[in-house]
């Protein structure tokens, strides 16, 4: 019978690539790595890995061995989980990754009801907006994504993966109170901004790419980007102290932070989607089943509060 653990370590290997990264992933020391590698060479009485310099390489048995550990070890969770649900019982670990205001405005408001509802559940969360997350979420390293997206700025679709947006939410522009543009309430054209030093996310974030698409295609400047941040803490002290302007969304609620005023954008609409991402297939998990409905149950209960904000995409 081969070992479920030990055929983990072989699909991370396949996944990752060098011992070392597999160590850090599952919490082991490189030796014992080898050592469970080791292992199940023999169990299986075929060589599994090869040397090659310092690294480990899949032998051709390996891979094909490593491509049945995921159908293996997938399954085998999914009737833990069945297995608890038949029971009455909703448990595991699901994995998510969202971007700030998700979390803070639909994400959090859900922990309380999932813990009161499925003690035996756990959400790790993880605040990050990197590039490959939806790469990630294929791979079966996390199990729940929230995206933005913005409608001049779509992501491309993936056949692996199932997409849902929970909240539409229009981008507007942050000002110091001080500035000029601040003074009328009316919408703020972005060429009266060119030349002006400008506040976003990092390099490679969606925001970012917002900024200087919009700022290209409907003010004809490319902007000066003095400050990046994807804490909205640190972004709304570079507007109100920094003399920075930021395209802003809803649910950011610049406009309650001191020294900052919020405008529209003259001639342009553009507007933000909160996406939720799973694999095909993955609600048949009673584990994920059990924290997408709460998040859409959260949706629901914010676009209410919030008439500014679409539940949805928009029409």
Same mark, same amino acid.
């Given at each position: 019978?081969?070992?479920?653990? !030990?055929?983990?370590?072989?699909?991370?290997l396949?996944?990752?690539?060098?011992?070392?990264?597999?160590?850090? $992933?599952?919490?082991? =020391?490189? =030796?014992?790595? =080898?050592?469970?590698?080791?292992?199940?060479?023999?169990?299986?009485? +075929?060589?599994?890995?090869?040397?090659v310099?310092?690294?480990?390489?899949?032998?051709?048995?390996?891979?094909?061995?490593?491509?049945?550990?995921?159908?293996?070890?997938?399954?085998?969770?999914?009737?833990?989980?069945?297995?608890?649900?038949?029971?009455?019982?909703?448990?595991?670990?699901?994995?998510?990754?969202?971007?700030?205001?998700a979390?803070?405005?639909?994400?959090?408001?859900?922990?309380?009801?999932?813990?009161?509802?499925?003690?035996?559940?756990?959400?790790d969360?993880?605040?990050?907006?990197?590039?490959? +997350?939806?790469?990630?979420?294929?791979?079966?390293?996390?199990?729940?994504?929230?995206? #933005?997206?913005?409608?001049?700025?779509?992501?491309?679709?993936?056949?692996?993966?199932?997409?849902?947006?929970?909240?539409?939410?229009?981008?507007?522009?942050?000002?110091?109170?001080?500035?000029?543009?601040?003074?009328?309430?009316? %919408?703020?054209?972005?060429?009266?901004?060119?030349?002006?030093?400008?506040?976003?996310?990092?390099?490679?974030?969606?925001?970012?790419?917002?900024?200087?698409?919009?700022?290209?295609?409907?003010?004809?400047?490319r %902007?000066?980007?003095?400050?990046? =941040?994807?804490?909205?803490?640190?972004?709304? $002290?570079?507007?109100?102290?920094?003399?920075a302007?930021?395209?802003?969304? #809803?649910?950011?609620?610049?406009?309650?932070?001191?020294?900052?005023?919020?405008?529209?954008? $003259?001639?342009?609409?553009? #507007?933000?989607?909160?996406?939720?991402?799973?694999?095909?297939?993955?609600?048949?998990? %009673?584990?994920?089943?059990?924290?997408?409905?709460?998040?859409?149950?959260?949706? #629901?209960?914010?676009?209410? !509060?919030?008439?500014?904000?679409?539940?949805g995409?928009?029409?």
């Amino acid at each position: 019978m081969l070992d479920l653990g !030990r055929l983990r370590v072989l699909r991370e290997l396949k996944r990752r690539g060098t011992a070392g990264a597999v160590a850090e $992933a599952l919490g082991y =020391s490189p =030796s014992a790595v =080898s050592q469970q590698l080791a292992q199940l060479q023999r169990e299986v009485g +075929v060589r599994l890995v090869e040397r090659v310099g310092r690294r480990l390489r899949l032998t051709e048995a390996g891979e094909v061995l490593a491509g049945h550990a995921e159908a293996l070890l997938n399954g085998a969770q999914r009737a833990e989980e069945e297995a608890l649900s038949a029971g009455g019982r909703v448990a595991g670990v699901v994995r998510l990754v969202g971007y700030q205001t998700a979390l803070l405005h639909v994400l959090a408001p859900a922990l309380p009801r999932l813990a009161a509802a499925y003690p035996d559940l756990v959400v790790d969360v993880l605040d990050e907006e990197f590039v490959r +997350v939806l790469q990630a979420l294929v791979l079966q390293e996390i199990d729940v994504v929230l995206t #933005d997206e913005y409608t001049r700025l779509p992501r491309p679709r993936r056949p692996e993966l199932t997409s849902e947006v929970l909240i539409t939410e229009t981008m507007r522009i942050a000002l110091p109170e001080a500035h000029p543009l601040a003074r009328d309430a009316g %919408p703020v054209r972005l060429a009266d901004l060119a030349g002006h030093p400008w506040v976003t996310g990092y390099v490679g974030t969606n925001h970012a790419d917002l900024l200087e698409r919009t700022c290209a295609e409907f003010g004809g400047f490319r %902007p000066d980007i003095r400050y990046r =941040s994807n804490d909205l803490t640190v972004m709304f $002290a570079m507007i109100a102290q920094g003399g920075a302007a930021a395209l802003v969304p #809803d649910l950011a609620l610049a406009e309650l932070e001191a020294g900052i005023v919020v405008r529209d954008t $003259a001639g342009v609409r553009v #507007d933000r989607q909160m996406v939720l991402w799973t694999r095909v297939g993955a609600d048949v998990r %009673p584990s994920v089943h059990a924290v997408v409905q709460e998040l859409r149950c959260a949706a #629901d209960a914010l676009a209410a !509060r919030r008439p500014s904000l679409t539940r949805g995409p928009l029409p």
